[in-house]
């Protein structure tokens, strides 16, 4: 706590004043957690003040909010091609990043715990803070104006992604809220970001890409391997499912599933939390799409059968926990689509399940199961439709 308070008065967050009338303070509060490695081991124990943006009013208390954020596709076509290119690839943390903002609209705060407060006053917010519902949108804008003094320029295609190109030297960095991933051919200029971005904000150079947004990143001499095994271990001793006889595919096999069938499952909220985190896993494991996408659709009210299969799949995930993606490190790239259809295959609807992968030298970076939106006529109607969609990701790939 003391180490947050003490950043919060170096960065001249707020000034105590009397509230004006008419006004309302919005709470705040202290949250506590323990960060740890990629190896599970503790890394630090860490406090945050929070605002309770929650009660903020559109209007009075904030006007925009959006923030873009890098998409995880982009994560991985950027890695893909450092690896082919034999780019190095680096990560920056900036420290209390949402301090760095100042405060465009008048916002009232009541004084923390843990700041002296004997007459009974506010804190009028002079900084941005965690919490406020602006605060996103107003850091990415400091930190767009500081890269784009440096020579960078956003990404029409994806605008937390910024490019410096001069001669024939190309840097890029990938922004997503307060982490940074910075690749390229010119390493002194990516030096002189690092001292730029270090004098403006204050910020943790963590040296090589290791460990991104609960994605391990290792190193091989044939490319570069994306896992997330921290999470996966995580995830299967909550549920027990660790030392359980594990399965050798996603799902059982010629399994149809439906809304009515058997009881309905009293725990919905695990049910639900559950399939949130194998869908958090597709971030590295495409074998897992189509089975996040048939567990999704009984969301709402989940029956025993739906349960029975999701044990199947987290067994499945305890017998490969340490599968993940090769990037290759090829010396030519290529871009390739394969798309395929089960065509009229939902027992309830008979719309067509459909699949893609698109692979960058050989090295898989954006893929997708999703049930069409409208019931296809015949087969060749629904590959059409599957066509359109890993066309559509194929050009967003290559025009980012």
């Given at each position: 706590m003391q180490k947050e308070l003490q950043a919060l008065d170096h960065n001249l967050t707020w000034e105590l004043v009397e509230l004006p009338k008419g006004k309302k303070a919005i709470g705040c509060k202290w949250v506590f957690k323990v960060k740890l490695k990629s190896s599970g081991a503790l890394e630090r124990c860490k406090a945050?003040?929070?605002?309770?943006?929650?009660?903020?009013?559109?209007?009075?208390?904030?006007?925009?909010?959006?923030s873009p954020m890098v998409k995880i596709s982009t994560i991985r076509c950027l890695i893909a091609v450092a690896a082919s290119k034999h780019w190095p690839l680096f990560q920056l943390d900036v420290n209390n990043a949402f301090l760095h903002c100042d405060q465009q609209e008048e916002v009232y705060m009541t004084v923390p715990e843990g700041v002296p407060n004997p007459t009974k006053k506010v804190c009028r917010l002079l900084k941005s803070i965690y919490g406020l519902k602006q605060a996103s949108r107003q850091w990415h804008e400091k930190l767009m104006y500081a890269l784009e003094h440096q020579g960078f320029i956003q990404s029409k295609h994806?605008?937390?992604?910024?490019?410096?190109?001069?001669?024939?030297?190309?840097?890029?960095?990938?922004?997503?809220?307060?982490?940074?991933?910075?690749?390229?051919?010119?390493?002194q200029k990516l030096d002189a970001l690092k001292a730029y971005l270090h004098k403006e904000f204050s910020i943790k150079d963590l040296g090589h890409l290791h460990y991104f947004l609960g994605i391990e990143v290792g190193y091989t001499?044939?490319?570069?391997?994306?896992?997330?095994?921290?999470?996966?271990?995580?995830?299967?001793?909550?549920?027990?499912?660790?030392?359980?006889?594990k399965?050798?595919?996603?799902?059982?096999?010629?399994i149809k599933l439906t809304k009515t069938d058997g009881d309905l499952y009293p725990n919905t909220e695990k049910y639900r939390s559950l399939v949130g985190k194998l869908n958090f896993l597709t971030h590295t494991r495409p074998d897992l799409s189509y089975a996040v996408q048939s567990l999704s659709q009984f969301l709402q009210a989940p029956r025993q059968p739906h349960?029975?299969?999701?044990h199947h799949t987290l067994r499945y995930l305890s017998h490969t926990e340490g599968q993940g993606i090769l990037l290759k490190a090829l010396d030519t790239i290529s871009l390739q689509a394969f798309s395929d259809p089960d065509w009229a295959s939902?027992?309830?609807?008979?719309?067509?399940?459909?699949?893609?992968?698109?692979?960058?030298?050989?090295?898989?970076?954006?893929w997708k199961s999703k049930k069409?939106?409208?019931?296809?006529?015949?087969?060749?109607?629904?590959?059409?439709?599957?066509?359109?969609?890993?066309?559509?990701?194929?050009?967003?790939?290559?025009?980012?």
């Open positions: 945050r003040l929070v605002a309770k943006g929650f009660n903020q009013k559109y209007g009075i208390d904030y006007e925009e909010t959006f994806d605008y937390s992604v910024f490019i410096h190109r001069q001669d024939d030297d190309i840097n890029i960095a990938a922004v997503y809220v307060d982490d940074v991933i910075l690749t390229g051919t010119d390493i001499a044939t490319g570069v391997i994306l896992s997330q095994k921290k999470f996966t271990k995580e995830l299967l001793h909550e549920c027990d499912f660790d030392l359980l006889k399965a050798i595919t996603p799902l059982p096999l010629n349960v029975t299969v999701l939902c027992p309830e609807c008979r719309r067509s399940i459909t699949g893609y992968v698109l692979l960058l030298g050989g090295s898989p970076i954006s069409q939106s409208a019931v296809s006529k015949s087969s060749a109607e629904a590959e059409y439709r599957v066509m359109v969609m890993a066309t559509a990701a194929s050009k967003v790939t290559c025009n980012g």
